[in-house]
C-alpha cells in the first residue's frame, strides 16, 4: 500500500518556490506504516498538498497515484471509499459542526465508518484532557479544545494513511505530545502512515524520514 507523488506541483505556485523542494516536481513515495514529516514554511503549499491527497483539490501539474492508479481518474464511489477506508485526516481549519457537541462531531465519523480496534471515545478523550467538553458544543470549545476533538474524530475509522496539517497549532507541548502519542498508538494498530505537514519541525515526532516542502 502507497501513494506516489510523481512530479506534482500546484499549478499556482511561482516556479522559484518549488526549485529546492523535496516534494514539489519529485517522485516520492509514501508506504504504509512510514512516519514522514514535511516541514512547510508559509507560502510553499502545505496545505494544497494535504488537500491534494485527500482528493479535495486537483489544480497540480504531474499525478499522484495510490497503489499504482491515478486519483484523477477515482469515480465519486472510488473517491468515497478512499476517504471511508484509506486515508483520514485532520484539517487546519478542523471543520467541526460548531452547532454540535464534541461527542456528536466524534460519534458522526464514528458510525459512518466504524474501526472497533479503536480505543473507546471516552478513553480517547480522557487521554487529551477534554472529558468535560464532550456535550459542550463545539463551536464554543477553545481551538486547542477543537484540535483535540479533530484528532480523537480521525481515529475513529480505518485508514492506511492519516494525513495531518498543523495539528497541534494551539496546543502546548506537553498536550501535543499527548496527542502525538495516540496518534502513533492509533496508527500502529492499523499498521498505518503518518503524513504529518507543519511550519517547522515537531520535535516529539519521531518521524521515518523528513521532507522540505
Not at 512547510?40 to 492508479?69: C, M, V, W
Not at 470549545?141 to 483535540?148: A, D, P, T, V
Amino acid at each position: 500500500m502507497q501513494i506516489q507523488l510523481q512530479k506534482i506541483a500546484p499549478q499556482y505556485l511561482e516556479i522559484e518556490k518549488t526549485q529546492h523542494s523535496d516534494v514539489w516536481n519529485k517522485e516520492v513515495v509514501f508506504k504504509k506504516g512510514e512516519r514522514i514529516q514535511i516541514v512547510a514554511p508559509s507560502g510553499s503549499g502545505k496545505s494544497s498538498l494535504i488537500h491534494f491527497l485527500y482528493l479535495l483539490r486537483n489544480e497540480y501539474t504531474g499525478q499522484i497515484l495510490f497503489d499504482g492508479k491515478n486519483i484523477a481518474t477515482f469515480s465519486p464511489e472510488d473517491k468515497a471509499k478512499y476517504r471511508q477506508q484509506q486515508v483520514s485526516i485532520v484539517f487546519q481549519d478542523l471543520r467541526l459542526f460548531s452547532q454540535h457537541s464534541a461527542a456528536a462531531n466524534i460519534e458522526i465519523k464514528k458510525t459512518l465508518v466504524p474501526f472497533s480496534a479503536a480505543a473507546s471515545l471516552e478513553e480517547m478523550a480522557a487521554q487529551l484532557g477534554i472529558t468535560k467538553k464532550m456535550q459542550q458544543n463545539a463551536g464554543i470549545c477553545s481551538y486547542g479544545e477543537q484540535q483535540r476533538i479533530a484528532i480523537i474524530r480521525s481515529l475513529q475509522q480505518p485508514f492506511d494513511f492519516i494525513v495531518l496539517d498543523e495539528p497541534f497549532s494551539h496546543l502546548d507541548e506537553n498536550n501535543s505530545i499527548k496527542a502525538m502519542h495516540l496518534i502513533t498508538t492509533e496508527a500502529a494498530k492499523r499498521n498505518a502512515g503518518i503524513i504529518l505537514a507543519d511550519l517547522h519541525k515537531v520535535p516529539f515526532f519521531e518521524s521515518d524520514s523528513t521532507l522540505f516542502l
